[in-house]
């Protein structure tokens, strides 16, 4: 169908937000729509007011600015009178370095159409609907498919749509050449001593004046020439490993090479000043290596945290104190600092000793037992404890989330008073990859030990992938018999703490759970090392061990748990709200953590299938391996169905159906659409009061957590969300206060009427 014949008589007008990607994609989207034929409408410049006519619809109070501002610009669009609203869903920008290991967009860039959608509701009530095609810059073949299939719901024709295509590749790379051009113009000339030079690094969105609050205007009148990251990010090839950094993000790599070439000239007037975004979840990962960089030539690290306070007189002092000092004591500035400390060098072979922090009281058991058989002697730390988050403050940037604090701390206390000897000990990490700043991990662990004088422990990133360039050592667990260990694991702990979690409240004698859970658990690791079919007999045992502590079947009131994947399973992390709700006789319930990896499956088909990803030979071995786990899946659930207290189980395929009706699934960072699937999964089961735990500032959850309740809340209307953020500040009383609320809530609404 022609897009005529859809709207006869008029050209479709397509709103375009003036929000965070488009600041540097708008040259090829513009082009791509206008040579399509259809009219682009943009938002208004970004102002005070425009910001204060779309703050009421925000999601997350401590989301940033970017993205709190964009509220305003839909409204904007909204009031213009639109057809249709335009935000794609970007994952990958260009990969724009050889060296750098990827180049996802942050969760809030990528995907906060979803925020918007819902937000105001756009599609419904006679409202535009908004528009957000998943697409992938990294492949150009893939990002023509994408766009296609796009244009050709709007009735584009082919023909037409190759030419627009064209056309919008190179609008835009004629603009990221000109302003190339543009900054390289400025480097070119002579500087004298009174003239610095200001390589501004952040985000294309920085440019707003504004969220970077007219920053570039303070520089430019206290003297400085200023040019963009862009213009000399392309200049030299950072090392990545050298100085503990992930490149994963494209605009933090971009910031990491600017920070690199500033390093490198011998002049104390070229300086850098970085632009972040309070809350940027990926900057408080690379911070601290860019410090490290700079302080390495003797330069100025100076970082400008922007939010929506419009008082510019702190960021004006700060650039002032800057630019003075450059004036008066240029000297001073460009002497080599050596407590900079790169990361040094670590040993490649394996120690005889592996520690890894301690996860979860249902899995963490059964971890070294998993490896054992592949010949690895893995320790598993204690439980954390604050004397964790204490090492953690000391040795993490502290915008860092919380569980990397938590987790760092804990791999530096094993050290300083656990008894472990550094000359011979190694430490290990999953290595999740993604658009979740978990991603970094191991990098920041291994700078913290370097900080902590523990520099020579290796940290070997456990990897079914492979390792990537900056991943060394690595402990590569790709054979069938891995998979095998760690998959009967996962499905025997699973069943261990869905009965536990039912009969807590209900047991007979106290502590007779609980009891039943950790010797099942203690047999499972047992069994786990030398027959995993062997932890079938167990759970049948299990099963009626647990039935037997039931003193009923009756009712209790129910509250389900979703959120990020440390917070949700580590009672220290979450305050022990889970063990604190059993006590006042709330029935918990907590996803499969096995739901977390069979959700590969699925991820792998809708990346395919929304052009994000190629189809690779090995994927011919997915299908098969699918069908032999849902085997393995089958003959637990058929154990587990003796359980007096069981209940239906559903479907990976079922959960991302269910979820897709709230968020569309190329959302796969973090806990993605795993966070709507378990919500509308609980939603099956009666349950309807739920808490989401999540670090503070976590970017994933801003989007498919706190960004989704409205359109959740109009899916279940019956469903109550109470969002708790954690980080070492949290107050418990704040936590135990919310929660009484929620329990009276939950036993009003159960009550009989």
């Known amino acids: 169908m022609s897009q005529e014949s859809k709207y006869p008589g008029k050209s479709l007008r397509i709103g375009v937000p003036r929000i965070l990607g488009m600041f540097e994609m708008f040259p090829f989207w513009k082009t791509l729509l206008a040579e399509c034929g259809f009219e682009v409408v943009l938002s208004a410049p970004s102002d005070q007011a425009l910001y204060e006519n779309g703050v009421c619809s925000v999601m997350s109070d401590n989301i940033c600015f970017p993205a709190k501002i964009a509220h305003g610009h839909v409204a904007n669009l909204l009031e213009q009178g639109v057809d249709r609203i335009f935000y794609p869903h970007v994952v990958h920008n260009d990969l724009e370095d050889a060296t750098a290991v990827n180049s996802f967009n942050c969760p809030i860039v990528s995907?906060?159409?979803?925020?918007?959608?819902?937000?105001?509701g756009l599609g419904e009530n006679g409202l535009p609907p908004l528009d957000s095609p998943a697409v992938s810059f990294r492949d150009e073949h893939l990002l023509c498919k994408a766009c296609r299939r796009y244009t050709q719901t709007l009735g584009v024709p082919k023909q037409r749509f190759r030419k627009a295509f064209d056309a919008a590749r190179a609008a835009q790379s004629t603009y990221r050449e000109e302003i190339v051009r543009q900054g390289r113009k400025i480097l070119d000339r002579e500087h004298n001593n009174q003239r610095p030079l200001i390589v501004l690094a952040g985000r294309p969105y920085h440019a707003d004046p504004q969220i970077e609050h007219h920053t570039s205007n303070i520089l430019s009148e206290l003297g400085a020439d200023v040019i963009p990251a862009d213009a000399v990010s392309g200049l030299c090839k950072p090392c990545w490993d050298e100085w503990g950094v992930l490149s994963r993000w494209a605009y933090p790599n971009r910031v990491m090479k600017s920070a690199q070439w500033v390093a490198d000239q011998e002049s104390p007037y070229i300086q850098l000043v970085m632009l972040s975004s309070f809350g940027c979840g990926p900057d408080a990962f690379i911070a601290d290596a860019i410090s490290d960089v700079l302080a390495s030539s003797g330069k100025i690290f100076t970082l400008i945290k922007v939010d929506d306070v419009s008082n510019t007189g702190s960021i004006r002092l700060r650039l002032r104190s800057l630019i003075e000092t450059l004036r008066w004591s240029p000297a001073g500035v460009s002497v080599s600092n050596p407590s900079s400390t790169r990361k040094p060098s670590v040993r490649t072979e394996t120690p005889s000793t592996l520690i890894t922090p301690f996860f979860s009281e249902y899995y963490s058991?059964?971890?070294?037992?998993?490896?054992?058989?592949?010949?690895?002697?893995?320790?598993?730390?204690?439980?954390?404890?604050?004397?964790?988050?204490?090492?953690?403050?000391?040795?993490?940037?502290?915008?860092?989330?919380?569980?990397?604090?938590?987790?760092?701390?804990?791999?530096?206390?094993?050290?300083?008073?656990?008894?472990?000897?550094?000359?011979?000990?190694?430490?290990?990490?999953?290595?999740?990859?993604?658009?979740?700043?978990?991603?970094?991990?191991?990098?920041?662990?291994?700078?913290?030990?370097?900080k902590a004088g523990y520099g020579g422990?290796?940290?070997?990133?456990?990897?079914?992938?492979?390792?990537?360039?900056?991943?060394?050592?690595?402990?590569?667990?790709?054979?069938?018999?891995?998979?095998?260990?760690?998959?009967?694991?996962?499905?025997?702990?699973?069943?261990?703490?869905?009965?536990?979690?039912?009969?807590?409240?209900?047991?007979?004698?106290?502590?007779?759970?609980?009891?039943?859970?950790?010797?099942?658990?203690?047999?499972?690791?047992?069994?786990?090392?030398?027959?995993?079919?062997?932890?079938?007999?167990?759970?049948?045992?299990?099963?009626?061990?647990?039935?037997?502590?039931?003193?009923?079947?009756?009712?209790?009131?129910?509250?389900?748990?979703?959120?990020?994947?440390?917070?949700?399973?580590?009672?220290?992390?979450?305050?022990?709200?889970?063990?604190?709700?059993?006590?006042?006789?709330?029935?918990?319930?907590?996803?499969?953590?096995?739901?977390?990896?069979?959700?590969?499956?699925?991820?792998?088909?809708?990346?395919?299938?929304?052009?994000?990803?190629?189809?690779?030979?090995?994927?011919?071995?997915?299908?098969?391996?699918?069908?032999?786990?849902?085997?393995?899946?089958?003959?637990?659930?058929?154990?587990?169905?003796?359980?007096?207290?069981?209940?239906?189980?559903?479907?990976?395929?079922?959960?991302?159906?269910?979820?897709?009706?709230?968020?569309?699934?190329?959302?796969?960072y973090g806990e993605g659409w795993l966070i709507p699937a378990d919500i509308s999964y609980f939603a099956t089961l009666g349950i309807s009061n739920i808490i989401s735990v999540q670090p503070f500032g976590c970017i994933a959850n801003h989007i498919v957590a706190k960004g989704i309740e409205r359109t959740v809340k109009r899916r279940y209307p019956l469903t109550n969300l109470l969002f708790i953020d954690f980080e070492p500040g949290t107050s418990e009383v704040n936590i135990l206060n919310r929660l009484r609320y929620l329990i009276h809530y939950s036993a009003a609404s159960e009550a009989p009427q």
């Open 111 to 120: 995907a906060y159409g979803e925020v918007l959608k819902g937000a105001f």
């Open 365 to 450: 058991p059964l971890i070294p037992s998993a490896l054992k058989p592949l010949g690895y002697d893995l320790h598993t730390l204690p439980p954390p404890d604050s004397l964790s988050v204490e090492y953690g403050l000391r040795y993490t940037n502290n915008d860092a989330c919380y569980p990397a604090i938590i987790t760092v701390g804990d791999i530096i206390k094993a050290f300083a008073h656990g008894g472990y000897d550094p000359d011979n000990t190694a430490v290990t990490m999953t290595q999740t990859g993604g658009q979740c700043r978990a991603s970094s991990y191991v990098p920041t662990i291994k700078r913290a030990l370097a």
């Open 457 to 668: 422990v290796p940290v070997c990133s456990i990897s079914t992938k492979g390792a990537q360039a900056s991943e060394k050592p690595v402990i590569k667990l790709n054979s069938l018999h891995f998979f095998r260990q760690a998959l009967h694991g996962l499905f025997y702990a699973d069943a261990i703490a869905c009965m536990y979690h039912r009969c807590a409240v209900r047991e007979r004698r106290t502590g007779e759970a609980l009891s039943i859970r950790d010797k099942y658990l203690k047999a499972g690791a047992s069994c786990l090392e030398s027959e995993p079919n062997s932890l079938l007999p167990l759970l049948t045992e299990a099963v009626d061990a647990f039935s037997e502590t039931l003193a009923s079947e009756a009712p209790r009131p129910r509250v389900g748990v979703v959120g990020e994947i440390y917070l949700k399973y580590n009672a220290f992390s979450q305050m022990h709200i889970v063990d604190w709700l059993i006590s006042q006789g709330v029935e918990v319930t907590i996803p499969a953590l096995s739901d977390f990896f069979l959700q590969y499956f699925i991820n792998t088909k809708v990346n395919r299938k929304q052009q994000l990803s190629r189809f690779l030979p090995l994927n011919i071995l997915e299908e098969p391996f699918e069908k032999l786990i849902a085997r393995w899946i089958h003959r637990y659930e058929e154990v587990l169905g003796r359980f007096r207290l069981a209940e239906p189980s559903m479907r990976m395929s079922q959960k991302a159906a269910l979820a897709s009706e709230i968020v569309s699934l190329v959302n796969q």
